[in-house]
C-alpha cells in the first residue's frame, strides 16, 4: 500500500479563508464530521457548491436552514488559485505512476463516509446524458438527510452510524458510467424525498436473488448487479427517518429493545415523535407555538406554491397570492396562554392540559377570524371622537405665533389628510402636471390644481404589459393616483411656501420641486410635536397611539378600512399600504382614477359635515375648513394592466359572431370537417361568455358539468381552486341569457353526438390535477363526459379528428387564431369581470364572492357566514345583465 501524502495543518488552512471562517468551520463540524487534515477539501467544496439548487430545495422542503454549509463551501472557495494549498495532493487528488488520478481518502472512508462521498462526481458528461443530475441529487439527499438526523439527534444505532458507511459506498460505486441501469429506476420526481424512498424500494425488490436467473443477465454479471443491493436499504431508512417519514428501529446502546419486556410495553426513543403522540412546545426563540399532529411535526404558516408553479401562474395571468393557503392562525403562546406577559423561558414550566391548550386555541383562532373581518364597530378602527380631537389640537396649535409650531403643526395635517407617514410628508415635492409620469417616490402637490399625487410604483407586482397591447386591447394604465385636497390644507402650504411657488412658477422647464425652503428643519419640527402636540394630545384624553406624528398617517386609512366590510382595494390605492388582504383585488382590478378620487372627495366631505367643519369661503385662516373641488380627470385607469376594454371585447365578440359558421341544412355525415368547425366556434363563444360571466380560472376545465347550473336560482358552484377540504368552493350568480346559453349548447352538443360516427369517443381522459377531481375520483386521471362539458376538436395527421380538453390555455390559442392578443392573458375574463363589477358599483363584499376573493373570517359560505345568497343575487345579477346585454350577447348561439 503507498504511503498518505501528508496534509498541512488544518490552521493552514483557515488562515487563508475569509474572516470569520474559523467560527463557520467549528459550526459546521457540529453536523458535518470533517477529517482533521481536511483530506479533498478542494473538490468537495467545490461540489457542494454544484449541489446548492439541490440542497435548498431540500432545505425548503424540510423548513430547515442549511446556509451555513453553502456559505462555508464558497468560503473555501475564496482560497485562491495560486495559493500553495491548492497544488497539495492531499487536498485534491493524488496522481499515480500512470498518469491516472486516484482520491486522496484512502482509510477514511469507514470514519467520515458522507464527506468522502461527496469527493466523486459521474463520469457521464452532464450536457448529454440526464444521469449525472440524478447523481447530484442522490448525493444531496445523503447530505441533507446527515444533517438532518444529527441535528435532530435521532439515534438509531450508534456502533453501525445509521448505516451511512453501506451507503455511501453505495453511492460512490455509482458514479462509473457501468452503473448507468440503477438511474433507469430513480428518474423521474427525485427532488421528493417520498418518491426517492419509493425507487428505492423498487430497486431493493429487483435485485432480491431469488428474482434472477444468471442465465438471462445479458451482458451483466449478475454478481455485479446483485452486489449492488447492499447499502439501498440503509440509505432509504436514512432519509425516512430524517423527513419524519419513517419510524426509526428501537435501538438502545447497539442493542434491540426486548418488546415483551416489562409491564409498560416498549422503551420508546425520548428525542422521537411517534404519529400515535400530540404535543405542543414553547419556541423560545420565536414566542410561537409549534404543534404536531400525528407525527409531522411544523411551525404553523402559510402555505404557498413554490416558484415553478408561481412563474406559471403569472405567466396565465393568476395571482399567486390568490392560492395561499391561509387555513392556519400563527398565535402568540402568551396570547394563547392568556398569560401575554409570560416570561418564556428555556426551562420546563407546567403548562395546563393539551385539551385546555386545543380549546384555546380553537376559540383565539376564530377570534383572529372575526377581527380579519374589519367590522366598523372594531375597536382598533379610530372613532369620530378621536379625529375631532386630533384635529382641534393640530388647530390650535396653527395659530400658535411661533412659525416652527404652525409648521409642525401643518406637517401633521397633511399627514393626516393625505395619510402619509412624517418622514414622506417631508420629502414632498411639487408637481406641475397631472398626467406625465415622472418618477416620484413620495407625496406629490399640484398647486394649480389643489390636488395631491402619489405614485404607486409596487401595485401590482409584475411586469408591466406591451405598449401594443396597453390601451388597445387592455385599459391603458396610469402609474399615479390623484386626489383633491377637499379640506384646504393646501391653502396654508402655499402660503408658507409662497416664494418657492414663485419660483417654481416662473421656470417653464421645472417640473418636480422639493417642497421647502432654507429654513426646512424637519428634525426641529419632530422635537416641537414630542415637546408639546404629544402633550397636548394626551391632555386631551386620545391614545397613546393618536399622540405621535408617525401614526397621523394611519388616521385616514383607520377609518377607511372599516367603511365597508370587504373593500380593501380602495385604502390600499388611496394610501398606498402594503394589505395583504387586498393583494388578489389589485391584481385583478383595474380602477378608474376620476372614481378613486370621488370616493375619497364624498367620505372626507361626509365627515366635514360631521365634524362641523367651517367652508373655506367663510374661513380663509382654519387649518381644516371644506372645500368645493371642480377639477375633472379624463378617463384613466390605475392598478390591473390585464384587464380587456369593453370596447375591444364588444368588437372582438362581434368578430367570432361573424366568423362563426352559419347554422343551414343538415350536415351530411362526410362533412365533417365543417361540422367541426362549426362546433370549435360555437365552444369559443360560450367559453368566452362563461369566462366573463363568471370570472373562472384559466386551469384544466374550470367548469366539468355543464348540467350543474342551477336554474331556479340561476346559480352553478366552481371548485376550480386546488384546495384539499373545498373551502374555497363558491356558488356564481349567472345572468339569465348566459344561463340560455348554456341551455342552447347542451342541446347543440346532443345534435352533435347524433351526427358523429359510432367510433368517436363520449369520454375524454384528462390528468386529475385538482384535488376537487382527486377527491371525486381516487385516481390520478378521470374522464370528462363530453355530452355535458366544453371542448375543442383538433385535427390529427392520420385524418381524424379528436377531442381537446377546454382550458385557459386552449381558450386564448382560439381567440389569438381570430386577432393575435385579443385575449390578453389565458386569465383575461377574470381580470375584467373584477374590474367591471367594480366600475358598476357592486358591493365589495358581493363581488369577493362572486370572484372567490375572501380572505381568512371572510369566507361567504361557512357554517359561521351571515352571507345572505338571495341578497347577494340581486346585487350582482343586474350588473351581469347589463355586461352580457353590452357586449352583444342574447342566450342564442350563432
Same mark, same amino acid.
Given at each position: 500500500?503507498?504511503?498518505?501524502? =501528508? ?27 470533517i ?7 478542494f ?29 462555508w ?16 495532493p ?25 464527506w ?34 444529527r ?12 448505516g ?46 431469488a ?24 440509505f ?11 419510524r ?14 416489562g ?16 404535543y ?6 420565536y ?19 413554490d ?7 403569472k ?9 395561499d ?7 402568540d ?27 384555546n ?5 376564530r ?5 380579519a373581518?374589519?367590522l ?12 375631532r ?9 396653527f ?8 409648521l ?61 397591447m396597453?390601451g ?11 386626489f ?45 410635536w ?20 408617525d401614526n ?15 373593500a ?18 389589485a ?7 376620476a ?14 359635515e ?43 365578440? =362581434? ?55 342551477h ?45 358523429f ?36 376538436l ?31 392573458v ?15 358599483g357592486?358591493?365589495a ?8 376573493h ?10 359561521h ?17 347589463a ?12
Amino acid at each position: 500500500m503507498a504511503p498518505r501524502t =501528508e496534509a498541512p495543518p488544518l490552521d493552514a488552512i483557515l488562515d487563508e479563508m475569509p474572516a470569520g471562517s474559523r467560527e463557520l468551520w467549528s459550526h459546521l463540524e457540529q453536523e458535518f464530521p470533517i477529517p482533521p487534515d481536511a483530506r479533498g477539501l478542494f473538490p468537495i467544496a467545490e461540489n457542494v457548491l454544484e449541489l446548492k439548487e439541490n440542497i435548498e430545495c431540500l432545505a425548503n422542503q424540510a423548513d430547515e436552514d442549511f446556509s451555513h454549509l453553502i456559505a462555508w463551501a464558497e468560503a473555501v472557495g475564496c482560497i485562491p488559485l495560486e495559493s500553495e494549498l491548492r497544488q497539495l495532493p492531499a487536498l485534491t487528488r493524488i496522481r499515480e505512476s500512470s498518469g491516472a488520478f486516484k482520491s486522496p481518502l484512502h482509510g477514511y472512508n469507514g470514519t467520515y463516509p458522507v464527506w468522502c462521498a461527496l469527493w466523486w462526481r459521474h463520469q457521464l458528461d452532464p450536457h448529454s446524458s440526464h444521469i449525472p443530475g440524478i447523481y447530484k441529487w442522490l448525493q444531496a439527499h445523503m447530505v441533507v438527510a446527515h444533517i438532518l438526523l444529527r441535528r435532530n439527534e435521532v439515534h438509531i444505532s450508534k456502533d453501525r452510524k445509521p448505516g451511512w458507511k453501506d451507503s455511501a459506498r453505495r453511492i460512490r460505486c455509482w458514479h462509473e458510467a457501468r452503473y448507468d441501469w440503477v438511474f433507469d429506476y430513480l428518474a423521474g420526481d427525485i427532488s421528493k424525498p417520498e418518491y426517492l424512498i419509493g425507487a428505492l424500494d423498487e430497486l431493493t425488490e429487483w435485485l432480491n436473488p431469488a428474482d434472477h436467473d444468471p442465465r438471462r443477465m445479458g451482458s451483466m454479471q449478475s454478481s455485479d448487479v446483485l452486489g449492488q443491493r447492499h447499502g439501498i436499504p440503509e440509505f432509504k431508512n436514512n432519509i425516512a427517518f430524517a423527513h419524519g417519514l419513517m419510524r426509526p428501529p428501537e435501538f438502545e446502546g447497539g442493542k434491540k429493545l426486548n418488546k415483551n419486556k416489562g409491564k409498560r410495553g416498549p422503551r420508546r426513543i425520548q428525542h422521537y415523535i411517534y404519529p400515535d403522540h400530540s404535543y405542543y412546545q414553547v419556541l423560545s426563540e420565536y414566542g410561537a407555538t409549534e404543534v404536531s399532529w400525528g407525527g409531522r411535526m411544523g411551525q404553523i404558516k402559510l402555505n404557498r406554491p413554490d416558484e415553478k408553479i408561481q412563474t406559471e401562474l403569472k405567466e396565465a395571468g393568476l395571482d399567486p397570492d390568490e392560492y395561499d393557503d391561509l387555513s392556519n392562525v400563527e398565535l402568540d403562546i402568551g396570547y394563547l396562554l392568556g398569560e401575554e406577559d409570560r416570561d418564556i423561558s428555556s426551562e420546563s414550566e407546567p403548562l395546563p392540559p393539551l385539551s385546555t391548550i386545543f380549546a384555546n386555541a380553537r376559540a383565539k383562532a376564530r377570534h383572529v377570524a372575526m377581527h380579519a373581518q374589519r367590522l366598523s364597530v372594531e375597536r382598533r378602527r379610530i372613532r369620530l371622537s378621536e379625529i375631532r380631537l386630533i384635529m382641534s389640537v393640530l388647530e390650535e396649535l396653527f395659530h400658535e405665533s411661533d412659525r416652527s409650531f404652525r409648521l409642525t403643526a401643518l406637517l401633521g395635517a397633511v399627514s393626516l389628510v393625505t395619510g402619509t407617514a412624517y418622514q414622506s410628508v417631508c420629502s414632498m415635492v411639487v408637481l406641475r402636471s397631472l398626467t406625465r409620469h415622472e418618477k416620484v417616490r413620495h407625496l406629490a402637490f399640484n398647486p394649480d390644481h389643489d390636488m395631491w399625487i402619489r405614485s404607486l410604483f409596487y401595485a401590482p407586482i409584475r411586469a408591466p404589459m406591451g405598449q401594443e397591447m396597453s390601451g388597445k386591447q387592455a385599459v391603458e394604465m396610469s402609474p399615479r393616483v390623484v386626489f383633491p385636497d377637499v379640506w384646504g390644507v393646501s391653502d396654508h402650504l402655499k402660503n408658507e411656501f409662497v416664494q418657492e411657488l414663485i419660483e417654481f412658477s416662473i421656470n417653464p422647464r421645472a417640473r418636480i420641486q422639493p417642497f421647502r425652503s432654507k429654513s426646512w428643519r424637519p428634525a426641529a419640527y419632530l422635537r416641537k410635536w414630542d415637546e408639546k402636540i404629544a402633550e397636548r394630545m394626551a391632555l386631551a384624553g386620545l391614545e397613546r397611539r393618536w399622540q405621535k406624528i408617525d401614526n397621523m398617517g394611519d388616521v385616514l386609512p383607520s377609518w377607511f378600512a372599516g367603511l365597508e366590510e370587504g373593500a380593501h382595494l380602495e385604502n390600499r390605492l388611496l394610501f398606498d399600504r402594503p394589505d395583504p388582504m387586498a393583494q388578489t383585488h389589485a391584481y385583478y382590478t383595474a380602477f378608474q382614477r376620476a372614481e378613486l378620487a370621488g370616493y375619497y372627495a364624498n367620505e372626507l366631505g361626509g365627515l366635514a359635515e360631521r365634524l362641523d367643519l367651517p367652508s373655506r369661503d367663510s374661513n380663509t385662516h382654519a387649518l381644516f375648513a371644506s372645500k368645493a373641488s371642480c377639477v375633472t380627470i379624463d378617463e384613466s385607469w390605475v392598478g390591473n394592466d390585464r384587464a380587456p376594454r369593453v370596447e375591444h371585447l364588444k368588437a372582438f365578440m =362581434e368578430r367570432v359572431r361573424a366568423k362563426a359558421p352559419q347554422v343551414g341544412s343538415p350536415y351530411h355525415r362526410r362533412d365533417m370537417s365543417r361540422l367541426c368547425e362549426q362546433h370549435n366556434w360555437r365552444t369559443l363563444y360560450v367559453g368566452l361568455a362563461l369566462a366573463l360571466g363568471t370570472g373562472f380560472r384559466s386551469v384544466r376545465t374550470p367548469v366539468t358539468d355543464l348540467t350543474a347550473v342551477h336554474e331556479a336560482s340561476q346559480t352553478m358552484l366552481l371548485a376550480e381552486k386546488d384546495q384539499w377540504d373545498g373551502r374555497h368552493t363558491r356558488l356564481v350568480v349567472l345572468p339569465e341569457a348566459l344561463v340560455t346559453l348554456v341551455k342552447a349548447y347542451r342541446r347543440h352538443l346532443s345534435q352533435l353526438f347524433l351526427q358523429f360516427p359510432v367510433s368517436f369517443p363520449l369520454l375524454l381522459k384528462v390528468p386529475a390535477t385538482k384535488n376537487r377531481d382527486r377527491s371525486r375520483y381516487g385516481s390520478a386521471g378521470f374522464h370528462l363526459d363530453l355530452r355535458r362539458t366544453l371542448f375543442f376538436l383538433a385535427w390529427q395527421e392520420r385524418g381524424r379528428w379528436h377531442p381537446e380538453e377546454f382550458t385557459g390555455a386552449t381558450l386564448k390559442k382560439h381567440c389569438d387564431a381570430i386577432e393575435p392578443d385579443a385575449w390578453p392573458v389565458a386569465n383575461a375574463g377574470r381580470h375584467f369581470l373584477r374590474t367591471y363589477l367594480t366600475h358598476q358599483g357592486v358591493a365589495a363584499t358581493a363581488i369577493n364572492a362572486q370572484m372567490g376573493h375572501w380572505s381568512y373570517g371572510e369566507e361567504p359560505w361557512t357554517p359561521h357566514s351571515a352571507f345572505d345568497p338571495v341578497q347577494f343575487r340581486n346585487e350582482v345579477r343586474p350588473a351581469l345583465d347589463a355586461l352580457m346585454e353590452q357586449l352583444g350577447f342574447d342566450g342564442r348561439l350563432p
